[in-house]
Nanobody, 118 residues
């Protein structure tokens, strides 16, 4: 059974840092990434990373230069290092893992809350 589990959210002051982790299990995963959803807003891409050494990374414009995504393929785990956090980064952060044997089906975690106080 496929599981996708995020950890690492919390409350931080503006300018602070947090590190999110996402562990996927139960299959083989291709692209993985982080999305976020603020109250009253649609879910949006934060960052994504392809598998393999030097896997392609993509970032939303709003987080470029502040957030960094990384990946450990041996552990099916991705990380999101978030620096210079702003109140507008406040959202529930969701991990996405694409299940390769299931035709790249999207598998989502339950989400982790990130709150940035001003």
């Amino acid at each position: 059974q496929v599981q996708v589990v995020e950890t690492g959210g919390g409350l931080v002051q503006a300018g602070g840092s947090l590190r999110l982790s996402c562990a996927a299990s139960g299959s083989i995963f291709g692209l993985m990434g982080w999305y976020r959803q603020a109250p009253g807003s649609q879910r949006e891409l934060v960052a994504s990373i392809a598998p393999g050494n030097g896997g392609e990374r993509n970032y939303a414009d709003a987080v470029k230069g502040r957030f960094r995504i990384s990946r450990n393929d041996g552990k099916n785990t991705i990380y999101l290092q978030m620096n210079g956090l702003k109140p507008e980064d406040t959202a529930i952060y969701y991990c996405l893992a694409r299940d390769l044997p299931k035709g790249n089906a999207d598998k989502w975690g339950q989400g982790t809350q990130v709150t940035v106080s001003s």
